[in-house]
């Protein structure tokens, strides 16, 4: 009797476990296993997996080449629910992969097969990818698209796709050549580094064609194909690449293409990879996304070892798809420039030594028609990005500012030779006319520019009326239509004794670019400010997968452009200007404008800018300016000049240029004329 209870709790565990099918099965084991090995498959590592009939490290080793083309990307595995029958189970394994922005999903079937107490995983390719036969890997390429254009107005192409030679050393070419001999020679030939390019042609394979330059096959080329094919190995290669038409048409605006180095690999988020082209400065590296567009990607499965020559002898097409995304191509980029006013620009610059620039733009639509930036610039977007100590032109901000106090272009103004502002002695530009000193009309002040009458309006034209007469005329504001980096000016809001006498003449921490310039004689010619727009569809690749932001336009320097111009005396960074007002508090209205506009012409008909009478078409109206800068005995000058001629709004700007008048404005008679 003393057993019976013990017998009793036996067969009680007995019919339980036979009625939950769970006890000695091996379900758990078997579990554990399949979820090992989705683990492992994840981290693309099954050497710590038991297999049935294969090494681990065989099976582990296999893995890694089937998927080499696939590094560094790994996937997402699980395991799903179990099915048995006896001693072996089977099981799905669901696979997420990440291509590009979109998910290849699949499942295979896995099996397990037990072993004494293991359950042991049966290996073959097909439990990685659905199909995979022993002997084939996975394959990954790229489908690029082409770049898209840069557009200019009424849709001409700026930058497109244009032909080009690749020149270098192809080394199977050699023959018995010395290859450092060759590579030497050509570097000569073409203008590189003879040294590195020998260096780079050593370090190469046998089979490799080692570039040294590209050239422009249209037709301006000096080295020609016999001076190439006469040094033994090199040769040219025929391409396209997207170009604008000359190699220095607007470059610092538009930027340039190349492949993309490793930085910007690392910096892309994975949006760019090694071989792929991406933008450089300017409106390419701002735009770089809706440009490119999007790769399309296609998965394949082939035999391992399969060359480029066995794909293309073979048809069908060895190779199997698995999944492929779709190659989205760039959208254009459509701008306002005007080929012809951009390239006329640089012409007049051509031979300008100092940075310089020349901005151009219609004031009845703000579009931007040309911003070139002189070879001075070495490269800097002067014309957009420069800021710089405006002098003269700014009094068309000081008249504003002194109409609204009640003054007219006939209000009679004092105009001595020279003021002295708290131990600080101002005086006029060298060659001042002495007719026009003493009581003269305001028009006159400002048709000759004289410094003195301007600062003796410094106690009735605070420097908070300065700043609004500024916006009043669309600088110193955000230019939300304007698509680009840009500097549009900063007038402080606050300033007191020499400083804010200095403000009257465009001096002190007054700062304009040409952009600003042009968009503030702009404004005098369409009545109303001007809101300047170079880019029109700058949100056309705003949804493209992996887009970039845009950066903010008119708010000074971005990662589109250099943080800083080259000649650091000359200018204040970007960072260091206050930030811009959103909007023009109170609008220059139609007869403001014409007041100016009337004063602008005095400049003309009886200033210092009576070279511009001659300028064919309807009248021009102008501003001169001059303003020191640096630490020089006597300073340097930038020279400036703005102008008004029908619908069209320049600004002209030297930094190191001497007088406005007598530097700047012959190059503005040459653009107006030649534009006429």
């Known amino acids: ?15 339980l476990c036979g009625s939950l099918a ?10 554990d296993a399949a979820n090992q090995l989705a683990t492992a498959v994840s981290a693309l590592d099954v050497g710590s997996v038991a297999f049935e009939g294969k090494d681990s490290g065989a099976a582990n080793d296999q893995l890694k080449e089937i998927f080499k083309g696939l590094d560094p990307d790994k996937p997402a595995v699980q395991a799903g629910d179990l099915a048995f029958d006896a001693d072996t189970a089977t099981f799905p394994l669901n696979y997420i992969w990440k291509v590009g922005a979109e998910e290849w999903k699949y499942t295979v079937s896995a099996q397990l097969k037990k072993s004494g107490d293991k359950w042991l995983t049966v290996w073959k390719p097909a439990i990685l990818v659905p199909d995979l036969a022993d002997g084939e890997v996975v394959t990954r390429a790229t489908q690029t698209p082409q770049r898209a254009d840069i557009l200019g107005a009424g849709d001409v192409p700026l930058v497109t796709y244009r032909p080009v030679v690749n020149v270098g050393i192809d080394k199977p070419a050699l023959g018995g050549a010395d290859p450092a001999d060759s590579a030497t020679k050509l570097a000569q030939l073409v203008g590189v580094d003879p040294a590195a390019y020998a260096q780079q042609v050593a370090a190469t394979g046998p089979e490799a064609f080692v570039p040294a330059i590209t050239l422009r096959e249209d037709g301006s080329r000096t080295v020609t194909d016999e001076q190439i094919s006469a040094i033994p190995g090199a040769r040219t290669i025929p391409d396209t690449l997207p170009l604008a038409p000359t190699r220095t ?17 690392e910096k892309s988020g994975g949006a760019l990879k090694p071989g792929d082209t991406t933008g450089n400065g300017g409106l390419q590296q701002q735009y770089d996304a809706q440009l490119r567009g999007t790769d399309g990607i296609v998965i394949r499965a082939q035999k391992a070892g399969l060359t480029a020559a066995e794909i293309q002898a073979t048809s069908p097409d060895p190779r199997r798809v698995l999944f492929q995304t779709g190659m989205k191509p760039g959208t254009a980029l459509k701008t306002t420039l005007d080929p012809k006013l951009q390239q006329l620009a640089e012409d007049v610059l051509g031979n300008v030594g100092p940075a310089s620039a020349i901005v151009a733009l219609r004031p009845s639509s703000g579009a931007v028609l040309a911003a070139a930036s002189g070879p001075g610039s070495n490269g800097y977007d002067t014309a957009m990005l420069g800021q710089y100590a405006p002098g003269s032109i700014f009094k068309m901000v000081d008249s504003l500012a002194m109409f609204r106090n009640g003054m007219t272009p006939d209000s009679k103004v004092d105009c001595p030779p020279t003021l002295t502002v708290d131990g600080r002695t101002f005086k006029n530009a060298e060659g001042y006319p002495a007719s026009s000193l003493g009581s003269v009309t305001l028009r006159d002040a400002f048709a000759h520019s004289c410094n003195t009458a301007f600062i003796n309006a410094r106690d009735s034209v605070s420097q908070a009326q300065l700043e609004s007469a500024a916006t009043s005329l669309g600088v110193a504001v955000e230019a939300p239509a304007l698509g680009a980096a840009a500097f549009l000016g900063s007038v402080p809001g606050e300033a007191a004794g020499t400083e804010h006498a200095a403000s009257m003449i465009g001096q002190g921490k007054v700062l304009l670019s040409p952009l600003a310039a042009a968009i503030m004689a702009g404004s005098v010619a369409k009545g109303a400010p001007v809101a300047a727009q170079l ?3 700058p949100n056309a690749g705003a949804t493209s997968p992996g887009a970039e932001s845009t950066p903010a336009a008119g708010t000074g320097a971005s990662d589109a452009a250099p943080a800083a111009p080259p000649s650091g005396d000359a200018t204040t960074s970007a960072a260091a200007a206050p930030a811009p007002a959103t909007a023009a508090g109170t609008p220059v209205t139609a007869a403001e404008a014409a007041s100016l506009a009337d004063m602008m012409r005095a400049v003309v008909t009886s200033g210092h800018a009576g070279f511009l009478a001659s300028v064919p078409g309807e009248p021009v109206g102008a501003k001169t300016g001059t303003a020191e800068f640096g630490n020089d005995t006597p300073p340097k000058t930038h020279a400036w000049i703005v102008a008004v001629h029908g619908d069209l ?3 002209v700007f030297v930094e190191d240029g001497g007088l406005g008048a007598t530097t700047s404005g012959p190059l503005l008679k040459e653009f107006l004329t030649r534009a006429s």
């Open 249 to 265: 048409f607007a470059r610092a605006l538009l930027g340039t293409v190349s492949e993309a180095n490793a930085e910007q690999i």
């Open 1 to 15: 009797m003393g057993n019976s209870p013990k017998l009793a709790l036996a067969l009680v565990g007995l019919v």
């Open 22 to 31: 769970a006890c000695g099965d091996g379900r758990a084991g078997a579990q």
């Open 535 to 537: 880019v029109l569809n």
């Open 649 to 651: 709004a320049v600004a």
